[in-house]
Every structure is written in structure tokens, then in C-alpha cells.
């Protein structure tokens, strides 16, 4: 499977920017802003930790994918294009976590 997907979800991210917040769940997402865009982020990786706690298959992909499609809501609210996203783990391909992380800017994120 390629990124197809992944565009393809882009493509509807970005046509609900101008979509009404009571017909769509991610208009609503973008009109409340960034902090509960942020928070359904925050919900969904936990819910991906307890999945992969209780080491269901089934509950981690779906899990998964809810907090992959949240954090598409967020590349989409910043206008970051998916990508900018595949560029940068392409560019992180090959190389060890501690030489990238030794590549970073001193003030980047731990």
C-alpha cells in the first residue's frame, strides 16, 4: 500500500475547513481549535497505550488509526501537507535513533 490513503483522507481534512461544524465531526473539531484537537490527540495515544497493553490486535489498529486520523486533523488545522510528514520519516530512514536524535537542534523536543 502506498501514502493514497493517506492523501486521499487529506484531501477530505481540508475540504471541511469550510464545512459546517453541525454537519461534520472534523469541522467541529476545527472550529473548537487547537487545544481540543490537541486533546483528542492526548485521548487517543492513551487509548493506544491500553490497547497495546492488553495486546489485542483488532483494538490496537483501530486505536491506532483513530489517533493517526487526529493527528491528520492536526497537519491539516496547521496546513502542514501528509507530505511534508512522509518527507521527514523518509529522511529519518536508515539513520539510528540516536543519530537522528544527535542531528536535532539543541532546543527541539525531546
Known sequence: MDNAILQRLADVLEQRKSADPSSSYVAKLYAKGTDKILKKIGEEATEV???GKGGQRDEII???VD???HCMV???QQNIDVDDVLQE???RF???GLEEKAQRPKESYE
Open 67 to 69: 489517533l493517526w486520523f
Open 74 to 76: 492536526l497537519l491539516a
Open 62 to 64: 483501530y486505536e491506532t
Open 89 to 91: 520519516l523518509d529522511r
Open 49 to 51: 497505550v491500553i490497547a
Open 94 to 96: 536508515g539513520l539510528s
